[in-house]
């Protein structure tokens, strides 16, 4: 098939509708603070199952562009991120709407995320091939440091302490580590139940790891889930384009920032969005009001926050590893569909690959009219939701979505006991992402150790395999790197405390 064929497919009358609902969903969940784009994707994981592949993945990959935008809404207009990636956002945009520039910052941060958004959906496309060639090269051996990579990089990455974030990684691979063993099929951690023979299933496991500590959050907290807001919402798109012009090269470094977060496992749009608003802050001139409503803030973190989008799914696709949380879940969806991610996935499997490619930026592209539109009405829909009825409807949603997996009430009840496990980490300090990571990596860390155990113990060699490929020395290098950074870092921020 050719690059068109990919382009008509995915500009079919279903898929476009696809993307129409799920940016408008999204933006919907997105301004609602709590309510999560990792948490949106994973309770309508489920809905896209019966949906071809490419479909699917096209719906939920407007739903998660649609959110990322959607949660500067309510993060400019009441200081409250609907969305971590939303969080920098707070810095600028809420002043905005205090001196009465709300419409402004709200119209800016549409086109902003659209074209960051686009920025990393292109990167997507233009990238994810060719690593795919060189993931050739990747034998068990480079598999297994990578994943070993990917857990060590949210350390250094991550908020909390790398000792928890370590801690948050090993549970997530005790936790997949239950039920039959990657190589082998040896029954492990089941307590002697068959309950448990089938394992930790992924998407019940992100469901309740992401969506029931909101849940619980909601049910014990009396105050209402938003405020209300006199600040209304307008269209101000000749000031928006005077501001992104001046901008232009701070709009530019700051996708270029959110894609390559991205594309580090574990990272994430809040990351890429206070590192992207940090080097435009650091690059601008004395008194230019940061901090109290410079809209070159809003340019920085929402183009960068929505590149993250595009940047992430390289990983995921080329070498099966997530980029971001909601990368995760995108993952477990292609496992459930039984769709094999790597090198493979772009020659055997195109016509899945390219079509949802080319319709995530159509879904882009989508969001600008859309996000106009939607914008100024969505907030004032959602704000009118008593919480009576938008916590048992999201819980009705939860449920229903781990249910609908297998058909198997199992699933739900993993669903509820990772999401107790989940809240009662958040009360310790603990992210809930590192576990989702180990979940994920695991079956690619154990895989491959053991395959390269096997292999090098038949050359005689195990340090041979282990140490002995550049590729591997270089990955080895990189998690040193990574562990190096957070301890130095970790330090310097307990002399800052102390």
Not at 375 to 380: L, P, S, V, W
């Amino acid at each position: 098939m050719t690059p068109v064929d990919f382009l008509l497919g995915a500009l079919s009358v279903n898929n476009l509708l696809l993307s129409l609902l799920g940016v408008a969903a999204g933006i919907v969940i997105g301004a609602l603070p709590g309510l999560t784009a990792t948490m949106a994707v994973a309770v309508l994981v489920p809905f896209t199952f019966g949906m071809n592949a490419a479909s699917g993945l096209i719906m939920l990959g407007a739903i998660y562009m649609g959110a990322i935008y959607g949660g500067s809404y309510s993060a400019i207009l009441l200081n409250t991120p609907g969305t971590p990636s939303a969080i920098a956002t707070t810095f600028e945009g809420y002043p905005m709407a205090k001196r009465g520039d709300g419409d402004l910052a709200l119209t800016l941060a549409c086109l902003v995320s659209v074209f960051g958004g686009l920025f990393g959906a292109f990167a997507l496309l233009l990238i994810a091939p060719p690593m795919a060639q060189f993931a050739l090269r990747f034998g068990p051996v480079e598999y297994f440091w990578f994943a070993v990579f990917g857990l060590t990089l949210i350390a250094s990455l991550g908020e909390e302490s790398m000792l928890k974030s370590l801690i948050g990684c090993c549970l997530g691979l005790l936790l997949a580590m239950i039920g039959l063993a990657e190589v082998g099929g040896d029954v492990r951690f089941t307590g002697g139940t068959s309950l448990l023979l089938g394992g930790i299933d992924i998407v019940a496991a992100l469901i309740g790891l992401y969506c029931v500590p909101v849940l619980i959050d909601l049910v014990a907290t009396p105050k209402p889930h938003l405020e209300t807001s006199k600040h209304g919402a307008g269209f101000r798109l000749h000031d928006a384009m005077g501001v992104i012009l001046r901008g232009k090269f701070n709009l530019m470094r700051s996708s270029v920032i959110g894609t390559i977060v991205g594309i580090l496992p574990g990272a994430g749009g809040s990351i890429a969005a206070i590192v992207a608003y940090a080097e435009a802050k650091r690059g601008a001139k004395e008194g230019d009001g940061w901090g109290h409503g410079n809209p070159q803030g809003i340019v920085a973190t929402e183009s960068a926050n929505n590149a993250t989008v595009g940047g992430g799914l390289i990983p995921t696709l080329v070498l099966g590893i997530p980029g971001t949380p909601v990368d995760a879940v995108i993952l477990g969806a292609l496992l459930v569909q039984g769709i094999r991610v790597g090198p493979s996935l772009f020659s055997e499997q195109s016509s899945v690959s390219y079509v949802f490619m080319y319709g995530l930026i159509i879904a882009t592209l989508i969001m600008l009219p859309v996000g106009l539109l939607l914008g100024r009405y969505a907030f004032k829909l959602i704000i009118s939701i008593p919480k009576e009825v938008l916590t048992p409807a999201v819980a009705f949603m939860t449920i229903l979505g781990s249910f609908a997996i297998n058909n198997d009430a199992n699933n739900v009840v993993q669903m509820v006991l990772l999401g107790g496990i989940g809240w009662v980490l958040g009360r310790f300090g603990f992210s809930v992402t590192p576990v989702v990571l180990g979940i994920i990596l695991e079956s690619i860390a154990e895989s491959g150790f053991v395959q390269a155990y096997i292999i090098g113990g038949a050359r005689g060699s195990l340090a041979g395999e282990f140490l002995g490929n550049p590729i591997s020395m270089v990955i080895i290098g990189l998690i040193i790197l990574s562990v190096v950074y957070a301890t130095i870092r970790g330090r310097k921020r307990g002399s800052v405390n102390g």
